[in-house]
């Protein structure tokens, strides 16, 4: 039982032993009068006091004011070059390499930059970067599919207007380029035909034909149902890596993607794109065609307008076909069948599906069903 008691001449150390003995009391009173102070002040209407400390959710601001030194132009170099490139490649256009040098693959990504999210129509996209573009691409989520939650985790959109195809996975968009499309001209060519596309189904060895046909790309709802690697000699004309999706249309890598619509009815990329685009889409993924017009699901999947052969085209090697007259000369080096002009056949009405799905695992070979276009 504790007997000592407090008294004014305690000694020093005495008086110290009381303190500590009732510390946690007089603590404990501290805290009582601050709990009992803050629930007054908010009683009478005053905000209750924040500690300096306290940690709070960060709330979004608008983007920094960054500015470029200069319009970056085709045949830039330097280290704004490489920081537009950089930019363009995290926000989904691709310009190839990041090397501090605004070439023709840079050109592709800024043409798309421009005609998508600045919404410059084609006839006045130039081959430029600016200020206001810069600025613009610092912002986040600036593209969005127009077909969220489509039937598969990836999905493809093509814009006619806009000429750009965008792969979105899980709808965020994992590539954007530049492309070219049928520009809906009629067209009369000779034509290499590889063995296995549609005109050398059952041959051995390529073939020239005359082929007469109309540049289209019909827009539409379809999915991607097979594949080849490399070079492919077509109706169509030269593909690389294509990928088809509407009869013997196919997204494939082009040398030549200029800035309007230029191919026979395909859709060219850029060629570095199409090396990698195939391990970005799978068998059975949805494709979107835009033009514009109607929405892609009013359309269905028409196919392409038909083929047919050139009534003035010559050649030794064409396959023989329906003809009022020949004339033959014999030089005793080559000879030369021609062809009497025939009467065109009627264009066969479009369908409203798309070939069967071909075997998933074949990736060479496969039969293309494709009526032309």
């Not at 430029?128 to 912002?139: D, H, I, L, P």
């Not at 969005?144 to 996975?169: C, G, M, S, W």
Request: aromatic share 6%; hydrophobic share 35%.
């Amino acid at each position: 039982m504790d007997t000592h008691t407090d008294h004014p001449n305690q000694a020093p150390h005495q008086r110290g032993s009381h303190l500590r003995r009732w510390r946690p009391a007089y603590l404990a009173l501290v805290v009582l009068s601050a709990v009992v102070g803050v629930a007054l002040a908010g009683r009478d209407g005053s905000p209750p006091a924040v500690s300096a400390t306290t940690t709070t959710k960060a709330v979004a601001t608008t983007q920094p004011d960054v500015a470029l030194s200069r319009t970056l132009a085709l045949g830039d170099t330097g280290d704004d070059v490489m920081q537009m490139q950089r930019r363009l490649k995290d926000i989904g256009f691709d310009p190839n390499l990041i090397d501090g040098d605004f070439g023709y693959q840079t050109l592709q990504a800024v043409w798309a930059f421009q005609k998508l999210v600045m919404r410059i129509p084609i006839s006045g996209v130039k081959d430029e970067f600016t200020n206001e573009m810069w600025k613009v691409a610092q912002r986040d989520g600036l593209v969005r599919p127009r077909r969220p939650n489509a039937q598969t985790d990836t999905h493809v959109e093509v814009y006619l207007p806009e000429q750009v195809l965008i792969v979105f996975k899980q709808d965020q968009p994992v590539v954007i380029t530049h492309m070219s499309s049928g520009d809906n001209k009629p067209w009369c060519e000779e034509v290499t035909i590889d063995p296995g596309e549609d005109g050398n189904l059952n041959g051995t060895e390529a073939i020239k034909k005359g082929i007469c046909g109309e540049s289209i790309t019909p827009a539409g709802l379809y999915y991607f149902y097979n594949r080849r690697t490399g070079t492919r000699e077509s109706k169509l004309g030269t593909m690389w890596n294509p990928i088809y999706f509407n009869g013997g249309i196919a997204v494939h890598g082009a040398a030549q993607v200029p800035i309007r619509p230029a191919s026979h009815g395909c859709i060219r990329i850029p060629m570095f794109i199409s090396e990698y685009l195939q391990d970005l889409v799978a068998y059975g993924d949805r494709i979107y065609v835009f033009d514009g017009v109607q929405e892609p699901e009013k359309y269905g999947a028409p196919l392409p307008p038909a083929d047919k052969p050139d009534p003035n085209y010559t050649t030794t090697t064409s396959e023989p076909k329906a003809q009022t007259s020949t004339t033959t000369t014999n030089t005793g080096e080559n000879t030369t069948t021609s062809v009497a002009p025939t009467t065109a056949a009627k264009r066969p009405k479009q369908a409203t599906t798309i070939p069967e799905m071909l075997d998933p695992t074949t990736t060479t070979g496969a039969p293309v069903p494709t009526t032309g276009g």
